[in-house]
């Protein structure tokens, strides 16, 4: 399985199998589908969340007003009651991030698993599930874009924090304090004090599956890493491939997808992605984003950098 496939480049494109893996259209079949459902629960509300945080405005105002006037109770309390539901919505996505991490762990099983001789069989004959793990990506990339330009969010956290704290110095009644307990306080503050929490969640998620897995080689998880990325990478420099694209932002999601599982891979590969043993071809990868539009993919260069 390791020597399978080395990273298609259009070199060797005459000995890959003819293989689109249909991000559009794929449907599951009856062996795919108890594990489809399950993770269609999860990413039918993934659209919700990005939704969400797209219109996350914070209580910067409010709170900017409590820190300048700290005797004035009245704005003390509007800040506290515009930070409180805030905060319910930021526990909403830290635990929507690890029904995702959940719903990682059954995709790479039934992509790594051993039915098939290789990870490209895994990926060609199981394409609704291989579609669902570069939807599960492409969300991951796009929440966490939205998360770093958006400073609210952890401002509106650690006030909440702050202030609940001097609220049980003082011994006074804290409602907002069942919305989170000191102890989820505590993960969710670390798991945005990530730059980008959401890969880091799968990234971690994807080293446990590995560690948890001993019975199963890495190579079956690097490897369909690998295959991803070479699959959209052929996808979008292949104008035959390309074309069948119907529609513009299949492009794109196809992009965010291949940036994706190269970060993941670099993180779960004993030498990562841009080692020169790595089965990732990184120049043809970077050189299919850089033939974007640039405004369309700095932030995926980014993210690789």
């Not at 059954?106 to 579609?131: F, I, V, W």
């Amino acid at each position: 399985m390791g020597n399978l496939l080395k990273v298609l480049t259009c070199t060797d494109l005459e000995q890959e199998p003819n293989f689109f893996l249909d991000f559009e259209n794929a449907q599951p079949t009856d062996t795919e589908r108890e594990v489809w459902e399950k993770v269609d629960l999860v990413l039918k509300d993934a659209r919700g969340i990005l939704d969400e945080l797209q219109a996350y405005k914070g209580a910067g105002q409010e709170i900017r007003e409590a820190i300048q006037n700290p005797n004035d109770e009245a704005l003390q309390k509007a800040a506290w009651v515009a930070v409180v539901p805030l905060v319910g919505k930021l526990k909403k996505f830290y635990q929507f991030s690890q029904r995702l991490e959940a719903a990682l762990h059954s995709l790479l099983g039934a992509l790594t698993s051993e039915t098939y001789d290789n990870p490209t069989q895994n990926l060609e004959r199981e394409q609704a599930l291989a579609k669902q793990f570069a939807e599960i990506l492409h969300f991951t990339l796009r929440f966490d874009e939205l998360k770093m330009t958006n400073p609210a969010i952890q401002n509106d956290f650690s006030y909440y924090r702050r202030t609940l704290s001097r609220m049980r110095i003082n011994n006074t009644p804290t409602e907002g304090e069942k919305e989170v307990n000191n102890e989820l306080a505590n993960r969710i503050s670390l798991f945005y004090a990530d730059a980008t929490p959401m890969l880091k969640t799968l990234s971690d998620g994807t080293t446990k599956f590995v560690s948890e897995n001993k019975n199963l080689p890495i190579e079956n998880t690097t490897d369909c890493l690998s295959t991803m990325a070479s699959v959209c990478k052929v996808m979008l420099e292949t104008p035959e491939y390309r074309s069948r694209f119907t529609s513009e932002e299949t492009v794109s999601f196809c992009l965010r997808v291949m940036v994706g599982v190269i970060i993941l891979y670099d993180y779960v590969h004993p030498v990562g992605a841009f080692s020169k043993s790595s089965k990732i071809d990184m120049k043809g990868c970077i050189k299919v984003l850089r033939d974007q539009p640039p405004n369309s993919v700095e932030g995926l260069l980014n993210a690789l950098r």
